[in-house]
């Protein structure tokens, strides 16, 4: 292929795959499978490596893969992104529509917007493409995230508009990412976010775009701040253009004849935002003419066109009656406010997140306080802060102890943490919370081993190690509560299963700092055998791509543990499974019909186990998912199915049953 043909070729591929990434992520009606999707990605990426010189900013390939920043640049922004007044209520709506109405002869419509909670910013665009992305900062001044910006997929990198075009809109994390997120930050060890907002503008803030692309922002554009050739008259007719251009508007905006209309819309938001599948902390209402705006103009701090209605926040007063240390399976000591029972955001809660002692002492939490509690993010309670004027001088300072309050053993703040951290290995809290963690699901997934029963276990002193549980006997086990002889031969022929469970099981079972499920399975497909992990070094394992320094050095450190060695040394004993059972990459067979699919498993199979299932689908190249989606290719419908089968008739994904499964496996 010469020059001219490959440029054809590149032209027909990004217009292809700009079609298709506008109908995912901004009208979320794929038209092709992710297979495709990806296939024809690939073709892209294979003709710009051959042909570098027709490489270009807005080509799909350049969405991630940008080198770290050292630090960003400062952007000004031609037109300030100003801040808006706020209204609290219906009184304070109607002043502004008295107002506004005063300044301007002609009679005055709205446009409602809903008010997401999110990082605002700014994107320009030069003959068509995307140049630069910018934070709000300070109203004149932002910061220049432009590569963290493209990693979000519902940001077009090219628009029909030639002329110089600046657009503003919210960037967020929807609520589902955050969820996911903080629970992969809460296995490593990592302080999770207190609420989706947080999470977006950290994200949008880390100098390696990498991380940003991997955190699943979303964005709403909802307006204009420096354009050459603007000729439309009205809000409303900006957003359609917005959307018109391939930008993703929030279609829930709705123009308002009249200040009723508005209160209403205020009203109806305020009932169904819980709807909704990311943060809206108001409503927006603006002037709709621009012309109008224009004559309304603007205070030294913001426009007199526009006002953003403040929900109120989802908050409750309480008595915080004792703070509860718990120590995790890695020695973190973390403090847990024990409060009097009060309904926040629609739940009742008992319990809420100190997080840490600086945490505590930032904020002069004291036991007996009055504290304000809310949901982080609607989602996760916490103490905001204590209410000082209505304390009675019996509250009292509370202290982190010395000594952990399982073992008795001092406790070290290491370098650079917050955390207080018992380091005894034989803490028989962070032994039990190792246990509990070990027989997990997504670990050795050892049936009818849950949580009560190990803490029963170690309370009769039947087991203190992961050995200890491969050591059960009969005798011991009819010796507990609520244990038969039917649920003691059913553990134990569960327990003795689990010894031919794939090394990334055990891996991750082990609990080594930073290495949830996926990294260990990247680790067993690697190194194949728990020996020769065993013996990697740091260069070995930082090799390897989807690993950091800070997992590859908790890896080293682990295993260098003559207490590690010991306990490997008992497991192979015991005739536990050290080798890596799953499929390599070089063995997966791109022509299968799993090959690129997304796959979800529901409902009773009769004769494959889902785990059975599951490893057959992803040895063909598949990947199993829990959930169902638009991304979803094939559904595998046993009997009794239930919402999933439902939801993917509706979404009109194919649907297998389990012979149909079965015949294809057998082929």
Request: charged content about 30%.
């Amino acid at each position: 292929m010469d020059k001219k043909q490959a440029q054809e070729k590149i032209a027909e591929l990004r217009e292809l795959l700009n079609q298709y990434n506008h109908e995912y992520h901004v009208l979320d009606h794929p038209s092709v499978p992710d297979a495709e999707y990806d296939q024809k990605m690939q073709e892209l990426r294979k003709l710009e490596e051959e042909f570098p010189g027709l490489v270009t900013a807005d080509s799909p390939t350049q969405r991630v893969g940008g080198e770290p920043l050292d630090a960003f640049q400062k952007v000004q922004h031609n037109v300030p992104m100003l801040s808006l007044g706020n209204a609290f209520n219906a009184n304070d709506l109607r002043d502004f529509a008295r107002r506004a109405a005063q300044g301007t002869d002609d009679p005055i419509s709205f446009v409602c917007e809903l008010k997401i909670d999110g990082l605002a910013i700014s994107l320009t665009y030069e003959n068509g493409t995307f140049v630069r992305g910018a934070t709000r900062g300070d109203g004149t001044t932002g910061e220049d995230i432009t590569s963290n910006l493209k990693t979000i997929r519902s940001i077009p990198l090219s628009i029909k508009e030639k002329e110089t075009i600046e657009v503003r809109g919210e960037a967020f994390m929807p609520h589902k990412s955050f969820v996911a997120m903080n629970k992969e930050r809460e296995a490593k060890e990592e302080e999770p976010f207190a609420n989706p907002r947080n999470a977006a503008a950290g994200s949008l803030r880390q100098l390696d775009p990498k991380i940003a692309a991997k955190r699943s922002l979303d964005i709403f554009l909802y307006g204009v701040g420096e354009w050459e050739a603007g000729t439309l008259e009205s809000h409303s007719e900006r957003l359609d253009y917005l959307k018109e251009l391939g930008f993703k508007t929030n279609p829930e905006w709705r123009k308002c004849e009249t200040i009723d209309d508005v209160i209403e819309y205020v009203e109806y938001w305020e009932n169904e935002r819980p709807n909704l599948n990311y943060e809206i902390d108001g409503i927006v209402i603006k002037v709709d003419n621009l012309a109008q705006q224009e004559e309304l103009g603007f205070t030294a701090k913001s426009p007199r066109w526009a006002i953003a209605y403040k929900f109120p926040a989802e908050e409750a007063l309480t008595t915080l009656r004792e703070i509860e240390l718990s120590v995790g399976r890695t020695g973190v000591i973390t403090p847990t406010a024990i409060l009097d029972a009060v309904k926040v955001a629609g739940t009742t809660v008992k319990r809420a997140s100190l997080h840490n002692e600086d945490l505590i002492r930032e904020k002069d939490i004291r036991l007996g306080d009055t504290v304000v509690i809310k949901k982080a993010g609607d989602i996760i309670p916490e103490v905001v802060r204590a209410v000082e004027d209505k304390r009675t001088g019996n509250e009292k300072e509370f202290f982190m102890p010395d000594e952990c309050p399982a073992c008795g053993s001092e406790l070290v703040r290491l370098e650079e943490e917050v955390a207080l951290r018992c380091i005894n290995p034989n803490c028989p809290a962070q032994l039990k919370e190792g246990l509990i963690h070990f027989v997990s699901r997504n670990a050795m997934n050892i049936d009818g081993l849950g949580e009560k029963v190990i803490i029963q276990l170690f309370q009769e002193n039947l087991i203190q190690t992961i050995a200890d549980l491969y050591r059960l006997n009969r005798e011991d086990l009819l010796q507990l509560e609520r244990m038969g002889e039917k649920s003691v031969a059913n553990l134990l022929k569960a327990i003795d299963t689990s010894k031919d469970n794939s090394l990334e099981r055990l891996l991750f079972g082990l609990g080594i700092r930073f290495v949830g499920s996926k990294a260990a399975k990247t680790l067993a497909e690697h190194f194949e055998t728990m020996e020769n992990l065993q013996h990697a070094t740091y260069d070995d394992i930082i090799a390897i791509n989807e690993i950091g320094e800070k997992m590859a050095d908790s890896i080293v450190r682990y295993f260098a543990e003559e207490e590690v060695t010991e306990l490997l040394s008992e497991l192979k004993s015991l005739n536990l499974n050290m080798e890596y059972k799953g499929p390599k990459k070089q063995d997966i067979d791109e022509d299968s019909e799993f090959s690129g699919k997304t796959v979800v498993l529901t409902g009773k199979m009769e004769i494959l186990t889902r785990s059975e299932a599951k490893a057959a689908i992803e040895q063909l190249g598949g990947s199993v998912t829990g959930s169902v989606s638009k991304k979803t290719d094939i559904v595998i419908a046993g009997d009794d199915a239930g919402s999933k089968l439902d939801k993917a008739q509706k979404l009109g994904i194919t649907i297998w049953n389990e012979n149909q499964l079965r015949e294809v496996l057998n082929n």
